[in-house]
Every structure is written in C-alpha cells, then in structure tokens.
C-alpha cells in the first residue's frame, strides 16, 4: 500500500512510502481493540477508593440500650452499620485494577488501530522535521497549514527531542509520542495521526514479529 508524503507546509511532495500491509492494512480486531484499551484505562485507575466499615469505626461497644424488653430489635453497638455514623456494609476498598495482556494480543490492537487509522483516511505521513528551538507558535504554524489547528492530533516521531516537546506540550489537543512507546489507546483516541517518515520503520520493527 503506497501513500503520499506530505511537508510541514501542508503540501505533498514528490515522494511516497510503502506501508506494511501486515501493519496498515489488515481488518481491524474489534475484541483485541477493546481488550487493549480497557488495560490501559485500568491500569490508569489509582484504586484508592476506601470507607469504613464497622472495625474502622471509632465509637464504644457498650450496649446503647437494654437487650430485651424495648419491644425492638436488639443493637449490640453504635458502630452498627444501621444507625447514622455507624460503619459501612461492604464499602470499597483500596484495590488494584489492572491486568496483563500478552504481547501478541496487544501488537494485535495497534496494528488494528494503525489500519482502522489508514482505512478512514485519518493518517498522514510527514516528512522528517527538527524544531531549533522550542516555538510553540512555529509548531502552532504547522498544525494550521496542515489544516489541524482545531483537530485533536497525535504526532508520532523517532526521537522526541526536547524542543519538539517543549514546542508541542502547550497546544490543547495534541500529544507527541516516541514510535516505540505507541499505545491503542492514544492511536484511537486522536482523530488524526501524523507519522514522520524515518519512524515508519521503528513502527515495522515493533510490530512485525
């Protein structure tokens, strides 16, 4: 599959690259999609929810009245769960969410992500480009004539250096990702991907195994 290369000015240029069709262009896996996503936003999740049950409650275990006689039920303690400030009936408790997925399944996921991407035409391979100095309005500069300026973008390059990612960390709605660190995710989550062409083969070499 070939697909045009375009410059930081938004224009195409004479060049095209080939995309693995192992990579870009098998059907997409639906389930290894969801599987993937659903690890990362668990493994995200902090877990530190808690309440207190009744052993956590602070109070006396004297009898608060007479066991028998009262013409009610018998309350052996104010930290009973039914009386108000008394503890809570299986409440949550700090826990931890997340879960593995085997390497095979989760390479699976991004290259699903990768080809729904090139399916719907929302990937777009740009020419290698360096930032001098960390600019944001110069980075700014390319997102408008790449007509992205109020898109939600996910660049992915070879080397984040550290003027690209002072120039890009101010702009809402754009991240900058290494090609080896690519996650589901973040390829489903922007509505368009940017691929510099020298981290087409890192992708290859992640992916193709």
Do not use: C
């Amino acid at each position: 599959m070939e697909i045009e290369v375009y410059n930081i000015q938004g224009q195409k240029t004479d060049k095209k690259v080939t995309l693995s069709d192992t990579i870009f262009g098998i059907e997409p896996n639906s389930q290894a999609i969801y599987m993937a996503t659903r690890q990362y936003m668990n493994n995200r999740r902090s877990g530190n929810h808690s309440t207190k049950e009744r052993n956590a409650i602070v109070g006396s275990t004297v009898k608060i009245k007479r066991q028998k006689g009262t013409g009610t039920a018998r309350a052996g303690s104010i930290k009973s769960p039914l009386f108000r400030g008394g503890g809570r009936i299986f409440g949550p408790s700090p826990r931890d969410y997340s879960f593995r997925l085997n390497k095979k399944l989760k390479r699976l996921a991004r290259r699903s992500a990768l080809s729904a991407k090139v399916k719907d035409g929302e990937l777009m391979v740009l020419e290698d480009f360096k930032m001098d100095q960390p600019k944001t309005k110069e980075f700014a500069n390319i997102l408008k004539s790449l007509s992205l300026q109020e898109t939600k973008t996910l660049l992915i390059v070879t080397d984040l250096e550290h003027n690209m990612m002072l120039s890009s960390r101010n702009i809402p709605g754009v991240k900058v990702r290494r090609a080896d660190s690519l996650n589901t995710y973040e390829l489903l989550d922007n509505k368009k991907v940017l691929v510099m062409e020298g981290s087409l083969k890192v992708i290859e070499e992640q992916l193709v195994k």
